[in-house]
């Protein structure tokens, strides 16, 4: 049997070579969204997360392995102190292409134009919806006019498109869908739309999650006809389409009703220095003792490799074998 390569791009058993890497800055939030995470929530304490040198150090060699782009999430990222410092130093690796972040947007009006400075090109805001109660509900906290200020900030600091991600839950956002797209496309942005995953605090059951292809028939019939965009890439997580009348884009990510597993190139470090194979993974590994022991870099790369080598072929959410991850999302980082 082949085993794990010790040269050449970083690939796993199946073949799917890995450029992507998902870095959570902080598990810590200030919304406790019910999908995501529990009311009651122990978070790490300062000392346990990676620091900035050492969430350098590892991209540094995960870049010599043909890493070349990286997210910056969390938790909520901006709640990290100096996260444009961070957004600097990742943009100036050299290898680095593309440095995204995703935001739920309380904190964005005051740093959008700091990341942009600091070279940060993607951003996804999270926004279900345009309603304050509903907003209060999904949420557990104010703040929508906050985070409508922080992507009306991004869009003029440049980001363009500022992409907007919903989660998409059957019977909880379904009035969503409409305005938001509407919303969007007023202020020329992407909304994206992402079927709800058993990876939160709540009970998930597939009953709950309201399907891609429902969201564009209801795109459809309300707004406007929408087909593939030119440059679709069928291997990429969000399918994308654009409206027929010129009204931008739309991204759906269905990740339950069309796993994109088998075209998945993604890697993802936790705050405290855990590296996943995928978001749905029961194991991991802990970098964070070679990082802060000043362990080399050949040994790290090879944690690496190894990571990525014993990757499972998909998450299985749609099978009786699924089992859901002891952490939720907010604490391995969406
Ligand atoms: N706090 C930031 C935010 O909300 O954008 C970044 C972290 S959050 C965990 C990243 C993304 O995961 C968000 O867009 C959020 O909506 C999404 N998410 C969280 N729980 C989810 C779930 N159970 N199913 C689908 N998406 C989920
Ligand atoms: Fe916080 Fe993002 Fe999770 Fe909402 S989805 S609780 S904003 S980490």
């Not at 049997?1 to 939030?29: E, K, Q, W, Y």
């Not at 995470?37 to 050492?54: S, Y």
């Not at 709540?202 to 969201?215: M, P, Q, T």
């Not at 389409?241 to 931008?248: E, I, L, Q």
Request: glycine share 8%; proline share 5%; net charge positive.
């Amino acid at each position: 049997m082949a085993d794990v390569a010790v040269v050449g791009p970083l690939r796993d058993s199946f073949g799917r070579v890995h450029n992507n890497l998902r870095i959570s800055v902080t598990d810590r939030c200030n919304l406790r969204c019910t999908y995501c995470m529990p009311e009651e929530v122990r978070f790490l304490d300062k000392g346990e997360l990676l620091t900035f040198e050492e969430i350098i150090q590892f991209v540094r060699i995960a870049v010599s392995l043909g890493i070349d782009k990286v997210r910056l999430t969390g938790g909520e990222p901006l709640l990290r102190r100096d996260l444009p410092r961070l957004v600097a130093m990742l943009a100036a690796i050299p290898g680095i292409q593309d440095v995204g972040l995703t935001t739920n947007g309380l904190l964005l009006a005051q740093y959008a134009q700091a990341l942009y400075d600091a070279g940060l090109r993607r951003i996804n805001v999270s926004l279900d919806t345009l309603d304050p109660e509903q907003f209060r509900r999904l949420t557990r906290r104010d703040g929508l006019d906050q985070v409508v200020a922080g992507i009306h900030a991004a869009c003029r600091a440049g980001f363009s498109p500022v992409k907007i991600n919903a989660v998409s839950i059957r019977g909880v956002t379904e009035h969503e869908v409409v305005p938001l797209a509407r919303f969007a496309r007023r202020f020329g942005c992407e909304m994206r739309f992402i079927e709800y995953m058993p990876i939160g605090a709540d009970h998930w059951e597939r009953g709950k999650v309201y399907f891609a292809h429902e969201i564009l028939e209801q795109l459809e019939r309300e707004i406007a006809p929408l087909v593939p965009v030119d440059d679709y890439d069928p291997r990429a997580p969000a399918m994308e389409f654009r409206y027929v009348d010129g009204g931008g884009r739309v991204g759906i990510i269905a990740s339950v009703s069309r796993p994109f597993c088998h075209s998945c190139n993604r890697l993802r470090l936790t705050a405290e220095g855990k590296l996943r194979n995928c978001l749905f993974a029961l194991t991991e590994v802990d970098v964070k003792p070679l990082l802060r022991g000043g362990g080399p870099a050949e040994q790290i790369a090879a944690l690496i490799r190894r990571c990525v080598w014993d990757k499972w072929e998909g998450h299985e959410i749609n099978t009786a074998r699924f089992i859901k991850p002891l952490r939720t999302m907010h604490a391995i980082g969406g």
